[in-house]
């Protein structure tokens, strides 16, 4: 068996296409025989300009041969959130969210009222996400283990069991996770918090390059003991 883990993408659909391609010819080279996952560490949508058509790669273009596992991060959280929430609109928004929003079509025209704007928002986007994309969002997994490793976005809580995790943890946690020397029982393999270059650590790897803006999507390749990594650039 062979994983191929993709760290957070963020509308980034032109360096996922990219990455794509070196993940399909490095297995093409190299892992005959063998079967090959790819697990996505969420995180799909914001900041970038081509959250939608990220989500379209995902469920159109998915590797030929591999077995694609979707983990959920907390910005596919709280896009969908937002479609049932406005409340959820102001912080979804300062944090990325403007950029789904535009990847949709969606404008502000000049009349709309300022305390109008959100609501606005929040219907017109409703009308243009695709139903599709919305069943994609709804069916992320929040975590998946795969022999000695746990994929999630964010993180786990430390001295807290793999099976006891919560939701918002996994999608969510930062310094507690980061800082912990724990053994986990499972090396923890995440995105979410952003490093110039993977972090590998005895209890975890993160693998959040900041694609967003640096161009950098990095995927971890795993196969039993060995590691190494394929990245945009």
Avoid at 137 to 149: I, K, P
Avoid at 209 to 218: D, M, Y
């Amino acid at each position: 068996m062979r994983v191929y883990a993709v760290g957070d993408v963020h509308g980034r659909a032109d360096l996922l296409e990219r990455l794509h391609d070196a993940i399909a010819a490095d297995a093409a080279a190299t892992a005959a025989g063998l079967n090959c996952i790819v697990v996505y560490l969420g995180d799909y949508v914001d900041r970038g300009l081509y959250s939608r058509e990220v989500l379209d790669v995902l469920i159109d273009k998915p590797i030929a041969g591999f077995e694609s596992i979707h983990i959920r991060g907390n910005h596919d959280e709280q896009f969908l959130r937002f479609l049932d929430d406005i409340e959820a609109g102001p912080s979804w928004m300062r944090y990325g969210g403007d950029a789904t929003v535009y990847s949709y079509g969606v404008r502000m025209p000049d009349d709309v009222a300022p305390g109008e704007r959100m609501a606005h928002i929040q219907t017109q986007l409703r009308d243009s996400v695709p139903p599709r994309h919305i069943e994609f969002l709804d069916g992320l997994a929040l975590s998946r283990a795969v022999g000695d490793y746990m994929f999630v976005h964010a993180g786990v809580r430390p001295r807290r069991s793999l099976e006891r995790q919560e939701a918002e943890d996994l999608m969510w946690i930062r310094d507690e996770f980061l800082e912990s020397e724990d053994d986990f029982d499972k090396i923890v393999v995440h995105g979410h918090t952003v490093s110039q270059d993977p972090e590998v650590r005895s209890n975890r790897i993160g693998i959040d390059t900041g694609a967003f803006i640096s161009g950098v999507l990095t995927c971890l390749v795993l196969e039993g003991d060995s590691r190494r990594f394929l990245a945009t650039s």
